[in-house]
């Protein structure tokens, strides 16, 4: 099973390095020890909540929660808002946590 939290740390990785930041600057910018982002990045702890919301502001993301059936519309409005000359074939801050698979 593929957890949903591979796709919010390759974004949040990937945001990181979109803005040019290494670990370390990362870490002034949000007051956690570049050792612990590199247990994020890597997956070696589990990313705290508070971790996530600090980490996607001082990335200008927002972590929120959107009903299923509004995400749909949540994704467009990003894949609109997203940089042009960037080739997004879904938007990389909006996933759909599924209890189930096959749902």
Do not use: C, F, W
Not at 21 to 47: M, W
Not at 77 to 103: F, G, T
């Amino acid at each position: 099973m593929r957890y949903a939290t591979e796709d919010i740390i390759q974004t949040l990785r990937g945001a990181r390095k979109d803005k040019g930041l290494s670990q370390r600057k990362l870490s002034a910018r949000v007051g956690l020890p570049q050792s612990h982002i590199s247990k994020i990045e890597s997956g070696a702890t589990d990313l705290r909540l508070s971790s996530l919301v600090q980490l996607a502001r001082s990335l200008d993301y927002e972590v929120v929660i959107v009903p299923r059936k509004a995400l749909s519309a949540v994704k467009a409005v990003v894949v609109a808002l997203s940089v042009p000359h960037k080739a997004i074939s879904q938007p990389r801050a909006a996933y759909e946590l599924n209890d189930d698979e096959d749902a």
